[in-house]
Every structure is written in structure tokens, then in C-alpha cells.
T-cell receptor
Framework: DADVTQTPRNRITKTGKRIMLECSQT?????MYWYRQDPGLGLRLIYY???????NKGEISDGYSVSRQAQAKFSLSLESAIPNQTALYFC????????????FGPGTRLLVL | AQSVTQLDSQVPVFEEAPVELRCNYS??????LFWYVQYPNQGLQLLLK??????LVKGINGFEAEFNKSQTSFHLRKPSVHISDTAEYFC????????????FGIGTKLQVIP
């Protein structure tokens, strides 16, 4: 079984709808991240969390919110989806420390019409 | 602040030929450097990383990278590529000291031609 899972894997929604992307991990890591990937822009950090009580904004948090329900679960919400939020979204985890490796989920492909 | 520049967005190369994917970075502090690979329809996975010590770092699947502090570069190389190396490769940098986020480059698509 995969260490980092994301649901759904693909989603089509309409402008103005609220949508939630979910991430679960079995690696036992405290740190979790949400990124979005756009062609030509690479990966950009949306939110990150160092533990259940610690949530931090990344470089592109506007229009997004997150919830850390447990050490293993980190959800990303789009309160009112807009077309320029169409992207590939990745959840990642790490154990912290210098030179920490990040472990990525398979991604959620989101299309906002 | 830190940044990463991947100089080539796409690199086509024939099978069994050597390849170099270029990465330059800037940072006001010492850095840790990474290369991640993304195969089609998958998430990223670590290829190799430089923390300290030897400037030549060996990774999985026969890849290696060399840290050059004076040129602020961390180029990725493989002496002979295989079709299965077709993927997108991301260079990333993380500053040392305290919490520093990881900054990713825009990626280089390696296309191996049979």
C-alpha cells in the first residue's frame, strides 16, 4: 500500500463550488504539505503543518484553507472554486530535520469549469 | 530568500547517450540541494540529495550530481540513459538553519528517444 494517499485522484467541479481534497499518510511523519503544480511554474507551496496544532500559510494560500484532523490526515479545501485553481495538487510528508526528504502522494488532478 | 533556476524546460536525448540536466540556485545562507523525479501520472520521488561533505552525490538509477559552490550549481548527470528515464526532473533547494521551506525549480522534461 502507498505511504501517502490522496482522494480523489481526479475531480471536475464548477466555479463557485466548495471542494475538499484529502490526504492520508502511514509514514508516521509530523510534517505535511500541500502543493500545486502548474505547467511552467513547477511546484508551489499552499499550506504546511508541523503537527496537529500547527498550520502555516505557504506562498499561494489565498482561496484555500486546510484542516489537520490527525497526525495522519491533512485536507485542503477550496471554499469557492475558480477556473485558475485548475491544477495538479500534491500532498507530501516529511519527518523534519536537516535535508529532510519529502514523500509525495500520487496527486489530484482538479478541473474547475 | 532562495531561488532555483532550471535552465532547460525540455531535454531530448537518444537512448544510451549521456545527459546533463542543469540547475543553478541562489541563497543567502548555506543550502541543502535535492533532485526529485516525477514519472508520468505519479508523485515526485527523491533521486538524490546533497547535505554536506563530498560534492559528488550518487543517487538511484545511476544518476549523480555535483555540488559546485562557486558556481552555485547542482547539475544532474547520467552517463547512459534508458527509455525508462523519461520523466520530469525537479531541482530543489532548502536553506540551512531553523525552518526553511523547500523551493522547487520549474522542472526539466527528459525525453529519451529510442
Amino acid at each position: 500500500d502507498a505511504d501517502v494517499t490522496q482522494t480523489p485522484r481526479n475531480r471536475i467541479t464548477k466555479t463557485g463550488k466548495r471542494i475538499m481534497l484529502e490526504c492520508s499518510q502511514t509514514k508516521g511523519h509530523d510534517r505535511m504539505y500541500w502543493y500545486r503544480q502548474d505547467p511552467g511554474l513547477g511546484l508551489r507551496l499552499i499550506y504546511y503543518s508541523f503537527d496537529v496544532k500547527d498550520i502555516n500559510k505557504g506562498e499561494i494560500s489565498d482561496g484555500y484553507s486546510v484542516s489537520r484532523q490527525a497526525q495522519a490526515k491533512f485536507s485542503l479545501s477550496l471554499e469557492s472554486a475558480i477556473p485558475n485553481q485548475t491544477a495538479l495538487y500534491f500532498c507530501a510528508t516529511s519527518e523534519g530535520g536537516r535535508g529532510e526528504t519529502q514523500y509525495f502522494g500520487p496527486g489530484t488532478r482538479l478541473l474547475v469549469l | 530568500a532562495q531561488s532555483v533556476t532550471q535552465l532547460d524546460s525540455q531535454v531530448p536525448v537518444f537512448e544510451e547517450a549521456p545527459v546533463e540536466l542543469r540547475c543553478n540556485y541562489s541563497s543567502s545562507v548555506s543550502v541543502y540541494l535535492f533532485w526529485y523525479v516525477q514519472y508520468p501520472n505519479q508523485g515526485l520521488q527523491l533521486l538524490l540529495k546533497y547535505l554536506s561533505g563530498s560534492t559528488l552525490v550518487k543517487g538511484i538509477n545511476g544518476f549523480e550530481a555535483e555540488f559546485n559552490k562557486s558556481q552555485t550549481s547542482f547539475h544532474l548527470r547520467k552517463p547512459s540513459v534508458h527509455i525508462s528515464d523519461t520523466a520530469e526532473y525537479f531541482c530543489a533547494v532548502k536553506g540551512s538553519g531553523g525552518y526553511q521551506k523547500v523551493t522547487f525549480g520549474i522542472g526539466t522534461k527528459l525525453q529519451v528517444i529510442p
